[in-house]
């Protein structure tokens, strides 16, 4: 059976996440204390600032789910209030739609991103170096990474951005073609100024300036980005320079006015000057908009484009969901098969004992008969008994695919009496 245990932020507050998150990775041995757990098999441990996740292949019992369930619930230092509304349970088919849909960034915070994949991967690594799963999760984690791969390339799920920072920098691409050899100001050094630096880095940019009334943070900024930093006192300086300027401060009135603009352009010699104000309240004068030369866009144009690319992954969703169903449906069936083996082994196991316990019953008038003439009785025997065994076996095989496998198997355990 495979489960997964777990809570995401669907289900917890971000200080309940951040403290499971915070405990369980400073455990040095969490896996081999989660394979100690009675009835755990094999187990796998997602930790991301949005969601703790267990999943694990275990026995027929019930002990085991709940037995992880208390662990997280300890790690946690949840009550059991904050555990039976947290925590949430997922077995077999349900199990591994909830993983294909996590791996392929159907149920993140943001749809369509593409970190979360990654960090599965590296779950998925983290438990193979330490022998914490086996034939079932080293199987069902290909096929999450399988069923991950066909939805980015099968639907545009990741293909639009649907935060403003980033919407600003796609924007950036689409006029100029390439970020690359283009000079970039930052008016701003805070979390939106940083993920903007992050996403420009990303898509190529190379040379950045960040400009902050306090210097010392646009250096700090400025570092990470290997850039340069200014005060708002140069900001002149870097208008003249920039080819595009995205802002995003927190200041009352704007800081980049219009004569400013009409002034550094003088310098200019009839360069392009694209704009983006990503603040609210407004950083640059929307008068500058109206200058020859002088592209503005402002929060409201890129939340349009936002909204429209948020509807375009809802849509391209659908599709995905598709593929995650049927890439389940292939698991599950495999999986079936699998839980029907060890009784088929037992059952040609004891056919085989019969056989032979049968063949030494007959020593003695077989051993009137030629050397050829036993080994064709032996054939024959055995070449019945595989024609008997062929129906029950297919049908196991067969039929467990399509009904719940333990049924089937118990009921032939039950028929050929393999547990006497």
């Known amino acids: 059976m495979i489960i997964l245990v777990g809570l995401n932020h669907k289900t917890a507050p971000l200080a309940v996440r951040e403290k499971l998150f915070t405990e369980c990775q400073g455990e040095v041995n969490l ?10 098999l094999e ?51 349900e199990a591994i739609r909830h993983l294909f849909r996590v791996t392929s960034s159907l149920d993140s915070l943001v749809m369509g991103e593409a ?3 990654g960090q599965v991967k590296d779950a998925y690594r983290q438990a193979l170096g330490q022998n914490a799963t086996g034939i079932a999760l080293n199987r069902l984690m290909h096929r999450a990474f399988r ?18 920072s980033f919407a600003a920098v796609e924007l950036a691409k689409k006029i100029f073609g390439s970020l690359s050899g283009k000079k970039i100001l930052i008016i701003g050094a805070g979390e939106m100024a940083e993920l903007t630096g992050t996403h420009l880095i990303g898509n190529g940019a190379e040379e950045i300036i960040v400009a902050n009334r306090t210097v010392a943070q646009a250096v700090t900024l400025a570092k990470k980005f290997r850039g340069k930093a200014i005060g708002l006192d140069a900001l002149d300086d870097g208008l003249i320079d920039a080819d ?15 004569e400013m603009i009409r002034r550094c352009l003088r310098k200019r010699k009839s360069r ?14 929307p008068a500058a908009d109206g200058i020859e030369n002088v592209y503005l866009y402002n929060i ?9 690319n948020i509807k375009n992954r809802r849509r391209e969703a659908l599709k995905a969901e598709a593929i995650v169903a049927e890439e389940v449906a292939r698991f599950a069936n495999w999986l079936m098969e699998l839980e029907a083996v060890p009784t088929i082994v037992s059952l040609r196991s004891k056919a085989e004992g019969i056989v032979k316990t049968e063949m030494v019953k007959a020593q003695g008038w077989m051993g009137n008969l030629e050397n050829g003439h036993r080994d064709k009785v032996e054939a024959l025997v055995n070449g019945i008994v595989n024609k008997i065994l062929h129906a029950p076996v297919a049908v196991m095989k067969e039929e467990s695919v399509e009904f719940a496998s333990q049924d089937i198997v118990a009921a032939a355990r039950q028929l050929f009496r393999l547990d006497e």
Do not use: W
């Open 147 to 164: 069923t991950a791969k066909r939805v980015r390339t099968e639907t545009g799920i990741a293909a639009n951005p649907v935060s403003v």
């Open 244 to 258: 595009i300027v995205i802002s995003s401060t927190g200041a009352p009135s704007y800081v980049v006015t219009e």
């Open 300 to 308: 409201d144009h890129l939340q349009d484009i936002v909204d429209e």
């Open 43 to 93: 187990i796998l441990h997602l930790s991301t600032c949005n969601r703790v996740e267990l999943i694990a292949a275990v026995d027929e019992t019930m002990q085991a789910a709940e037995a992880l369930k208390s662990f997280l619930a300890r790690y946690g230092g949840l009550t059991d209030e904050q555990a039976a509304g947290c925590l949430y349970v997922y077995r077999n088919e």
């Open 115 to 117: 970190q979360i994949l």
């Open 31 to 40: 896996l081999s204390d989660l394979l100690a757990i009675e009835g755990v």
């Open 272 to 285: 392009l000057l694209f704009l983006i104000d990503i603040a609210v309240p407004r950083d640059i004068d």
